[in-house]
Every structure is written in structure tokens, then in C-alpha cells.
């Protein structure tokens, strides 16, 4: 299994440095040559599968050049930090499947891939006896899941920007009280913004981001999309065995185009997924492309699910690869278009493709407590509001008998504000948020400037 690049110079990476290489060193991202393709009695007897087992047997399809025997002991490891012996249970509520994908460290989906990265990131440096500084910026989620993916690895040091202030109370301390010597909370005195800026200036300064052997961990990382398959074909496992059904929706809260690009992948393989619901935020660029083309950069809005709060999907260009049949010509022409005009249109012909693969909603504030409150009311069930986005998207748009996988991408008691407005109650805290308060913290408060952040990482860099 070799990877190459969607905009067409870089090609015939193995799976580990495509790992390394994070993003194709000519901008663009890294795909595998070409996509395996399960049969309908493979995807069967994965239902009997352990959700472990059933990783192996999905990553090993992709994974060329790792020994059986330590991919599997990777898997292992990865999972054993989940907290349910399911890793990614399946509930059944009030005619919706819910795919719960909070049972890691920091209670949100991104754990999922980051457990796994970080591992893998470990045994890899091992092997080639080089060392990593991680630096990312991080509006809330994915710092902490990064954090966590390698608190305490050998030869990885982490260095993570958040806005002072201006993350949710639990989302900072969940990165702050992780005080492992090879964690480092930079706490900047300005905004998300400033943060990735900075971030991007450092990565830029190619003679520093050689020297201290700079890393990164966002989503555009192959290994991240490819961990999130897995779960795609785990629910398909458990609502096939309990309902007999031959086909499935999925309803995927969105802002990256990470996690549903993922469901894509399932889907090529040969998982018999009837449509893929994209559901955002009023952060609407994909529902509004998958609706009627209109791939066209807005203003950030802040909603009640902030780790949708984007614009610009980095993960969207590789569904554009296979939207443009694999030609990384019009890939590169498009790519410059969106740099050059921030939008991109499509005929007649592209958005049948999309229709086929593809519905989509938007979601608005009012709407998402909304459908808390209906959902709790029935259930007894409390959603996050990331969540909450997708269930009103699955609800509206799956059709039949078909049975709908609602992704639920964080806990509730991660949300906590949205919960309380919507019903009046502060979800149940899990035990590892339980006196998180009390625990000891690191983080260095910090002006919201490259040069002070650079000499930061220089002297703390491994
Ligand atoms: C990151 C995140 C999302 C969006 O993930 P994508 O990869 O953009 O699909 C949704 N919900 C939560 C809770 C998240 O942390």
C-alpha cells in the first residue's frame, strides 16, 4: 500500500512516511493509491468482531509496512485508556442509533485517532532515533486530545497554544492539569487567531522547524482519518446484528470534514452506507455545498458547538480528489482558485456525484437546544450540542426503514453550558472530570507573539 499526495508531485510514500510527512510536502494531502474494497462476507464477519480486533483488521489493509504483531500491540494500547469495554458503544434511543465516541481521556471522538497517533508517533521515532516537538494551537478539543495522545511518550515534547481565557472552563483544565514533564500549556494573551498565526509562522521558519524537529498533529494526518473508519464499520456491525439491515445512514456533525471524510472512506470500501448526513453548525459552507454547490467562505460565527466553528474544511480537498475523478490537475486549479476568490462552484454533472454520496443541513443555535430539550424529554438522554446537530440532521433527513447512526462526538458534561440553558440540568461529570478543580496545574502565560513562543520552544524543546 503506497500514498501519494492529491495534488499529484508527491507519490509512492509508504504508510509510516506518510505519517511522518503529516501534509504532502507540495500543499496538498496524502491519499493511498488506491482504495481496498471489502466483500459484503468480510463486512459480516466483522460484526463478531471486538472493537480492537476489528481496528486491526481494518488498519492492516492500509498499513504496509508495520509487523502484524506491533500493529496490533499499538491497536491495544491505543484502546485500553477507553473507559467503556466497548470503546465505542452503540445505544439505541427513541428510533435513533447513537454511536458514542466520548469514552476516551478527554471526552471527545478525537481521542479516537489521537490515542492511536500518539502511539504510533512513539514506536516510529523509536525506530528511526529521532525526536519530535509537537507545537499546535488549539481552540479546545483538539488540544487536549493531542495532549493526552502523548503525555509521557519518549522523545515527544508537546507545546500547546490556547487563547487565555477564552476556552471553557473544563477544556482548560483539562489540558492544564496534565503536568507530565513533556507537556508544555502555553496560555497566549490574545485570540484562536493569534495562536494559529503564530503557529504558522513557526512551522514557516523552516530553519527552526528543522532544527528542533517541529511536528504536527491536525487533522489533515492520515492516520487520524484512517483510525476513524473503524467506527463507521463497528456501528454498521451492531445495528446489522440487531436489526438484520442491509443499509445505513449516518449523520455526522461536521466542521473539518474530518470525521465524515472518514465515513467516506467506509463507504468506498464497501460499507453499504445508503447516504452520509452532513450536518454543521450555522458555520454552513459544506451543508450549503452539498445542498447547492455553493462552496463559499463566510465569517466565523460562534454557536453552542464550537469545535464546529469553521470555515475553511481542511480534510475537504481530499473528497474533492475523488470528486474530480483523481485528477490532481483540476485539484491544484482549484485549490488556487479558493486561495485567490474564497470560493469554489460546481456543475450539474460534480453535484449528481455529490447527491449520491451526500445529504446535508444546517443546524442553527436555537434549533440545537431545541433538540437537547426534545431528545432529553423522551429519552432521558442529555446530548451535547455537537451531537445534538447531527441527531436534528439524522431526524430529519434519513428516510424508511432505513436505520440512522447519529455520531455522538462529545459528552455532554464537556458542554455543560449549552445543557444547562437547554434543560435546566448539569449533566452527570464522568469520574475523570471528577475534582478537577483541586488537581495540580502547569501552564505558562504568555504574550501572543512568535518571538517570545519560538525562544519558548527553544528552550524547552527535546
Ligand atoms: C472536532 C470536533 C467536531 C468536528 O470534527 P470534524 O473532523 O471537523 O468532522 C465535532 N464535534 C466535536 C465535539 C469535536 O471536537
Redesign the pocket.
Known amino acids: 500500500m503506497y500514498y501519494q499526495s492529491t495534488r499529484g508531485k508527491i507519490r509512492g510514500l509508504s504508510f509510516k512516511d506518510a505519517v511522518m510527512m503529516g501534509l504532502a510536502d507540495d500543499g496538498g494531502l496524502l491519499l493511498p493509491e488506491s482504495i481496498p474494497t471489502l466483500s459484503p462476507g468480510d463486512i459480516a464477519a466483522f460484526s463478531k468482531l471486538a472493537y480492537p480486533e476489528l481496528a486491526f483488521q481494518i488498519l492492516s489493509r492500509f498499513v504496509g509496512d508495520i509487523p502484524s504483531a506491533d500493529l496490533k500491540a499499538l491497536i491495544d494500547r491505543s484502546y485500553q485508556s477507553f473507559s467503556h469495554p466497548e470503546i465505542t458503544p452503540v445505544e439505541h434511543k427513541d428510533g435513533v442509533y447513537i454511536l458514542e465516541l466520548f469514552h476516551g481521556p478527554t471526552l471527545?471522538?478525537?481521542d479516537v485517532a489521537l490515542q492511536f497517533l500518539g502511539n504510533l508517533f512513539e514506536y516510529l521515532l523509536r525506530e528511526r532515533g529521532e525526536k519530535m516537538n509537537i507545537l499546535g494551537a488549539t481552540s479546545?478539543?483538539?488540544g487536549s486530545a493531542a495532549i493526552y495522545g502523548v503525555r509521557g511518550k519518549e522523545n515527544i515534547n508537546i507545546f500547546i497554544l490556547h487563547p487565555h481565557g477564552k476556552v471553557s472552563p473544563i477544556q482548560e483544565l483539562q489540558m492544564t492539569t496534565v503536568v507530565d514533564p513533556n507537556v508544555f500549556n502555553l496560555a497566549i494573551k490574545g485570540t484562536f487567531d493569534d495562536g494559529q498565526r503564530i503557529v504558522k509562522e513557526a512551522f514557516g521558519d523552516l530553519e527552526f522547524k528543522e532544527k528542533h524537529a517541529l511536528g504536527a498533529v491536525n487533522?489533515i494526518n492520515w492516520a487520524r482519518v484512517l483510525a476513524q473508519v473503524v467506527y463507521y464499520f463497528y456501528a454498521f456491525g451492531r445495528v446489522s446484528l440487531q436489526t438484520g439491515c442491509r443499509e445505513i445512514y449516518f449523520s455526522?456533525?461536521?466542521?473539518?470534514?474530518?470525521?465524515?471524510f472518514a465515513g467516506y472512506v467506509a463507504k468506498r470500501m464497501g460499507l453499504p452506507i445508503k447516504k452520509l448526513i452532513l450536518a454543521t453548525n450555522e458555520n454552513n459552507i459544506l451543508s450549503r455545498f452539498v445542498r447547492n454547490g455553493d462552496y463559499s467562505i463566510d465569517k466565523v460565527v460562534q454557536t453552542h458547538?464550537p469545535?464546529?466553528d469553521?470555515q475553511l474544511?481542511s480534510?475537504f480537498e481530499r473528497y474533492l480528489y475523488y470528486l474530480f475523478n483523481q485528477d490532481s490537475e483540476r485539484i491544484v486549479e482549484a485549490m488556487a482558485l479558493l486561495q485567490k476568490t474564497g470560493k469554489l462552484s460546481f456543475g450539474s454533472e460534480d453535484m449528481d456525484r455529490v447527491a449520491e454520496d451526500f445529504l446535508a443541513l444546517s443546524v442553527d443555535d436555537a434549533q440545537t437546544l431545541q433538540t437537547i430539550r426534545d431528545f432529553h424529554a423522551s429519552t432521558g438522554y442529555i446530548l451535547?450540542p455537537?451531537t445534538a446537530v447531527g441527531v436534528k440532521a439524522g431526524r430529519e433527513l434519513a428516510g424508511g426503514e432505513v436505520p440512522v447512526v447519529c455520531l455522538a462526538?462529545?459528552h455532554p458534561a464537556?458542554f455543560s453550558d449549552a445543557v444547562r440553558k437547554a434543560i435546566g440540568l448539569e449533566p452527570q461529570r464522568p469520574s475523570s472530570l471528577e475534582g478537577i478543580e483541586n488537581k495540580e496545574k502547569r501552564c505558562v502565560v504568555i504574550d501572543a507573539d512568535t518571538r517570545r513562543v519560538k525562544e519558548f520552544v527553544q528552550n524547552n524543546a527535546i
Open positions: 471527545a471522538f478525537k479546545g478539543d483538539t487533522s455526522v456533525p461536521t466542521g473539518n470534514f474530518g470525521d465524515i458547538s469545535s464546529m469553521i474544511a480534510n451535547d455537537h462526538t462529545a464537556k
